[in-house]
């Protein structure tokens, strides 16, 4: 990854304290009775972010990450647990109360191709969010052509529209939106799924520079343990929205304390394809793979349809984190986790 050395756009962050606290935070979706009876999609996540940070949000799809990022926003309610920004209160503010906290709190969503309008110019985008901010005219103009350089894009493509650039140019585009009001936090929803690998290390690189560059805290929201590795201080892993085990980035991807955690790594794709297919041989003769149909029981530990290192606790107590080796773990047994990695990750002889 490599920093530039230009100064710092903006004045430099409180680093003493976390610019984003989440505490026990539920969420569920479904109106009435229904939606009061169907299980959370989150479901009492915590966690804090310090200014210049990115914390890696990692899990299969449908474990709630994209949920997380919607409270966080508030484009969806919580049912439970408080949001904090810069230590203020913000978990249930209106839309209307929030859109001063237009320039603080922004987003970068996946799919680089919906998320632009393509009946607008670049800087007919890059100028909305600015005059919610009071900035008008020129100034706003000028600071659109400033946020476009920053992101490596010519300050002319003001004039054009999005359909004339690649997904790349576009995410980079949509980088531009997200920064040009100066925020201190940035939800990064999948930012790379959708870009071929040249150019998600690109926007990677960017990001990690525009970060280092002004202090911004990024809530970095992945499918892949490999890429979150990458951007990432820390990171939370998460299933049924659920926090299964949280800590450093390199502690928790490479010495996982924690089945699913291990699971994810070993599916993660590896060079020689001949290994890759021995893991996928371990993690079906270990059913780690997919639950298939089977529930978890209420009370108990949401994994433990699929996980080989199960017994009777697993299903009646609901493990709390707790620490293990440098990390936060959800597990009773997670001291075994080492030799069920090593079953999982075997190497190719
Ligand atoms: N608008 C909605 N209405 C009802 N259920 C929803 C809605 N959005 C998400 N869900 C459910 O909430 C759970 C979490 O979804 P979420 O989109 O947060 O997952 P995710 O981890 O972001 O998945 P992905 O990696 O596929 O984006 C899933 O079970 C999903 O089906
Ligand atoms: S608590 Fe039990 S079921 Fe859950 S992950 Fe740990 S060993 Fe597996
Ligand atoms: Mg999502």
Redesign the pocket.
């Known amino acids: 990854m490599t920093a530039t050395s230009a100064p710092a756009a903006t004045a430099p962050a409180d680093t003493t304290a976390p610019v984003l606290e989440v505490r026990d935070l539920v969420v569920r979706y479904g109106s009435g009775r229904r939606g009061r009876s169907a299980p959370p999609a989150v479901d009492g996540v915590s966690f804090d972010i310090w200014p210049g940070e990115t914390l890696g949000v990692v899990g299969e799809s449908g474990s709630g990450k994209s949920t997380i990022g919607k409270a966080v926003l508030g484009l969806h309610p919580p049912a439970g647990g408080t949001v904090k920004l810069h230590g203020r209160d913000i978990t249930s503010l209106s839309l209307k109360q929030r859109s001063r906290l237009v320039a603080d709190l922004r987003v970068v969503f996946q799919d680089p191709y919906s998320s632009l309008n393509p009946a607008r110019t670049i800087g007919q985008t890059l100028v909305e969010p600015l005059r919610l901010l009071g900035l008008k005219g020129a100034e706003a103009w000028a600071k659109a052509r400033a946020g476009l350089e920053s992101v490596g894009l010519p300050g002319d493509a003001v004039d054009r529209y999005p359909t004339q650039f690649s997904g790349g140019q576009r995410q980079r585009i949509a980088i531009a939106r997200a920064l040009v009001c100066d925020p201190k936090v940035v939800v990064l929803d999948e930012p790379v799924s959708a870009l071929d690998l040249s150019t998600q290390a690109q926007v990677l690189n960017l990001l990690a520079d525009l970060r280092d560059q002004r202090g911004l805290a990024f809530m970095f929201i992945a499918h892949d343990l490999g890429v979150v590795r990458f951007l990432a201080q820390r990171s939370v892993v998460l299933y049924r929205g659920q926090v ?1 085990e949280t800590g450093p980035v390199e502690a928790v991807s490479s010495h996982s304390r ?3 955690t291990a699971a994810l790594t070993a599916a993660a794709p590896v060079p020689r394809p001949a290994e890759q297919a021995l893991r996928r041989v371990a993690r079906e003769a270990l059913g780690i793979g997919s639950a298939g149909s089977a529930q978890p029981t209420a009370g ?5 349809p699929r ?1 080989p ?3 009777d ?2 299903v009646d107590e609901r ?1 709390a984190l707790r620490p293990v080796d440098g990390k936060s773990v ?5 001291e ?1 986790v080492p030799q069920l990695l090593d079953r999982l990750t075997v190497p190719h002889p």
Do not use: D, E, I, S
């Open positions: 299964m924690h089945p699913y108990g530990c949401p994994f433990a996980c290192l199960a017994t606790v697993c493990p959800a597990c009773h047994h997670a075994r």
